[in-house]
C-alpha cells in the first residue's frame, strides 16, 4: 500500500487555560474520556508521532465541539458575549502557538465569537492578519445570552461577519454540533440519535442548506464552506431536495439550484466517514476539486483515516488533489 502524504482539515484541540477540555468528556464513556483527553491537549507528542506514521504532512488544528459557541450566560459569566470573545482571544493565541512552534506540520483554524458578531468578524480579521491562522471554524449554531436562545449563522445580524469572510478570503468550516434535547423531541427515549451517530449531521446539513437558501452566496460569491464526514448527508440528497423545490409553492429567492451551491460555495472531507461507496457518490456530486482528506482526530481513528485513504483505487490525479493539493490551494498553504 502507498502512503499518500495527507493534509487532514479537521483536526482537533482541547486547552485547560481556559478549561474548555472537559466539553467533550460527554462523547466518550468514562474509562476512555482520560485517554482521549490527552489526545486532545497533546500537539506535539504523540499527536506527532502518529502523523509521521499516517503519512500526514499537515493537521490544521481545530477547537473542539461545540466550543465557544456554548458560552451561554453561565455562574461564571456574567457576561456572556465577554466570556465567548476572550476565550476566543486565548484560544486562538494558543493555536497560533501550536502552529508557531512547527509551522511546518501544522495549521489552524480560528475559534469565533458568534454571540457578538462584530467581534467575531474582528477577532477573525486578527486571527488571519496578524495570527496568520487560515480561516475559521464554527460549531453550529450559537446559544446566545441564555440556554434557549439558538442563532444560525444565516441571521441578519452576521451580514458584516459573512463580507469580512469574503474580503479576507479564507474558508470557513461548519463543523457540527448536536440539537439541545428540549428543542429536538424527535429524539426524546433515543438518546443514541444525537451526536456523530446520526444528529450531527442533520443538524448541520439542515444548517448549510440555511445558509443556501438565504441567498448568502449570490450576495458573497466567493465564499467558501467547508463541511464534514463527506458533507453531513447532503451530496446523498441534493438532486431530491432541488427536484422538489422546483415544484415547492414557496419560492426562493436564490438565483441558482443548491447543487449548484454546493458545487461552487463548499469543500466537503473525508472526516469521520471512511466509506469507499460513499466517496465515490460524492466524487460524482461534487467532482475531485472541492474534496479533502480529514480524520477528525481524537474523535475518530488517525490510523483508520489514513489506511483506507490510501489503499483507495482512485486515478493518481484524484488521489493527490484530495489529499493535499486541495487544501493546499484553499487555505494558501
Not at 458545487?263 to 479533502?292: H, M
Amino acid at each position: 500500500m502507498h502512503k499518500t502524504e495527507k493534509i487532514a482539515l479537521e483536526e482537533h484541540f482541547g486547552a485547560i487555560d481556559p478549561n474548555i477540555v472537559e466539553q467533550s468528556a460527554t462523547h466518550f464513556i468514562a474509562d476512555a474520556w482520560p485517554a482521549h483527553r490527552a489526545m486532545l491537549l497533546d500537539i506535539h507528542d504523540s499527536r506527532l508521532r502518529l502523523m509521521d506514521e499516517c503519512g500526514i504532512e499537515k493537521a490544521v488544528l481545530s477547537l473542539l465541539s461545540p466550543g465557544i459557541q456554548a458560552l451561554h450566560d453561565q455562574a461564571q459569566a456574567v457576561d456572556d458575549p465577554a466570556q465567548a470573545v476572550d476565550w476566543s482571544y486565548r484560544l486562538n493565541d494558543h493555536a497560533a502557538k501550536q502552529v508557531s512552534d512547527r509551522p511546518d506540520r501544522f495549521a489552524a483554524f480560528a475559534a469565533l465569537p458568534l454571540q457578538d458578531p462584530d467581534a467575531a468578524a474582528a477577532e477573525l480579521r486578527r486571527a488571519v492578519t496578524e495570527l496568520g491562522l487560515v480561516g475559521g471554524l464554527i460549531n453550529g449554531f450559537s446559544q446566545v445570552g441564555d440556554e434557549d436562545t439558538v442563532v444560525y449563522l444565516d441571521d441578519s445580524r452576521y451580514a458584516a461577519f459573512w463580507a469580512t469572510v469574503e474580503d479576507l478570503g479564507v474558508p470557513v468550516y461548519l463543523h457540527p454540533r448536536g440539537p439541545l434535547p428540549h428543542t429536538s423531541p424527535k429524539y426524546d427515549g433515543h438518546p443514541w440519535l444525537y451526536g456523530s451517530a446520526w444528529a450531527f449531521s442533520v443538524e448541520t446539513a439542515t444548517h448549510a442548506l440555511r445558509l443556501t437558501g438565504s441567498g448568502l452566496f449570490d450576495r458573497h460569491p466567493g465564499i467558501n464552506v467547508i463541511l464534514g464526514h463527506l458533507g453531513e448527508l447532503l451530496p446523498f440528497n441534493i438532486w431530491r431536495t432541488d427536484h422538489r423545490l422546483a415544484v415547492a409553492p414557496r419560492g426562493l429567492g436564490v438565483q441558482h439550484t443548491f447543487g449548484h451551491y454546493l458545487r461552487t460555495n463548499f469543500y466537503l472531507t473525508t472526516s469521520g466517514n471512511f466509506r469507499t461507496p460513499a466517496l465515490l457518490n460524492t466524487l460524482v456530486e461534487v467532482g475531485a476539486d472541492r474534496l479533502l482528506f480529514s480524520a477528525d482526530y481524537p474523535f475518530e481513528d488517525m490510523r483508520e483515516a489514513a489506511e483506507w485513504f490510501d489503499r483507495l483505487e482512485l486515478n493518481e490525479g484524484d488521489h493527490t488533489k484530495i489529499a493535499r493539493t486541495n487544501a493546499q490551494r484553499l487555505l494558501r498553504l
